[in-house]
């Protein structure tokens, strides 16, 4: 039997004790998996003792608020950073932690886990700017564990801006665009270009020449020298086991010599097991020795047990010109249509109401904005000025300059800037003189000052323009002097400079 006394668990479900060992009592920390197997013996024999292991709990726990930035510095969203130092836990550890709105006893905002060699985590989940919220964290373990007290932490002040909501927009017209993509296949590759290219009538003249199909019937067919003209049909209807196939095609051709002209129209639709495809489609052609103009229109639908696929495509010498398709992935799904003009120009004459838009590039000779927000701004020099204004309370007169209103803002750019004051005083019977100065905040250069000026004057006003001040910050400084108590002023001051 190993001497063992005042044996407790610790919080890494170890037993801290003291044992008999050489006729002195000895500290000793033992484990369940201790590597030495009298540390296994001691650590059974004073679990035998019915101790309790106590509740852990994360030592230090720090929440900061954080700021995500762009690749370029810009920060985009707030964040909270989480930080458990790892040298006070077991390496194996796993901490969780949980994040609500301040004083919020019910709800969980969001909640993870950080791995102890981390030792820190950023979130952003479910989070909004310059608002307080609470985290606390706890460890996961098959022992005992307590919450850490909540702790509170208010998000920086980071608002979308534009960039974010085009982001947004962009995203989700690729994501669109990119299924839409998907289901024009089908033209090109797919099961209804298999359906209309099994029905096709290439030529009609040719057809009508050496037509031996009981399907096709040739309308009309003339040839009077290098000059021929048919009109031919072929409509089939045909069921076996699993496939059921319709369609008609009327093909029409006129030639003399090298030039040509064709109208083909096609109407199929194919049904089998694995769903239905039905498509219409008329293309017409005009040669003219070596040069072809074509157009083409062609509207498609398809079910399969994937979903829907619905669309028109207008197509003009090679190239789609105008594609509009809905799209529905499986049952449940909400049906999403997609639209592409693709013209090298596009005009519209009449009223148009956009509801959302991300424009690239923007041209405009006049437009009306109640509401605008610019990330960078370029134009003419003195076409948007911004007005900043100060005002003061009370003072009253002292016989020495004192400050009045301080205003400052940053020039982007070398400009004019024009200086608009006011003052409006107050006499108690008496005939006291008054001044005032214009300077730079900091006291290192007056821009304009008068004293000693007399008595009578309620409302004294003055401008000044300062012309080519540098880019940077400005700031001015407008001082009042009374000459004693038997005066008040109360100023104000507004600014007028390029502002971008």
Known sequence: MIPIRNARFNQFGGIDCEVYVSSEWLPFTASEDDSNAFGREVYAAAASNDQTIPARIVPTLTVTAFNIEDGDGTTRRPAIKIVAPADEAISSDLIKYEIRLAGDTVNIITSGTLGVPEGQTVTTDGLVSDTIYEVRAQYVTENPADWTAWIAVTTGDVRLTAQDIVDAYNFRVDQAFERHD????????????????????????????????????????????????????????????????????????????????????????????????????????????????????????????????????????????????????????????????????????????????????????????????????????????????????????????????????????????????????????????????????????????????????????????????PAGAFNVQLRWNGQNSNITGQGSMTVLAVMR
Do not use: C, H
């Open 182 to 469: 998907q289901a024009l296949e089908t033209l090109t590759s797919g099961s209804v270009f298999q359906l209309l290219n099994d029905t096709q009538i290439t030529d009609a003249i040719l057809a009508a020449q050496n037509s031996t199909s009981d399907a096709q019937q040739v309308v009309a067919f003339e040839e009077v020298g290098d000059a021929s003209a048919a009109i031919v049909t072929e409509q089939i209807a045909r069921a076996d086991g699993d496939t059921a196939v319709a369609s008609t095609v009327t093909a029409l051709t006129a030639r003399v010599g090298d030039n040509e002209g064709s109208i083909t129209t096609i109407n199929a639709t194919k049904v089998n097991a694995a769903g239905a495809v039905s498509a219409v489609e008329t293309a017409i052609s005009a040669t003219y020795g070596s040069i072809t103009a074509l157009a083409s229109a062609t509207s498609f639908a398809e079910a399969t047990v994937n979903g829907i696929e619905a669309g028109y495509v207008w197509e003009l010498n090679g190239s789609n010109i105008l594609e509009i398709v809905s799209v529905q992935d499986g049952v449940g799904s909400t049906p999403i249509s997609t639209a592409r003009i693709s013209a090298d120009y596009v005009q519209i004459t009449g009223l148009t109401q956009i509801d959302q838009a991300v424009i690239n590039t923007l041209a405009a000779d006049t437009g009306f904005i109640s509401n605008l927000e610019v990330d960078t701004l370029n134009i003419a020099g003195n076409a948007v000025t911004i007005p900043v204004t100060g005002t003061s309370s009370q003072l009253t007169g002292n016989g020495s300059l004192q400050a009045m209103v301080n205003v400052s803002f940053i020039l982007p750019a070398v400009s004019n800037v024009l200086i608009l004051w006011t003052i409006e005083q107050g006499y108690i019977g008496t005939t006291p003189t008054w001044g005032y100065q214009l300077r730079k905040s900091d006291g290192t250069f007056t821009y304009d000052e008068r004293s000693a000026m007399t008595f009578g004057n309620d409302f004294p006003t003055g401008q000044l323009l300062l012309t080519n001040q």
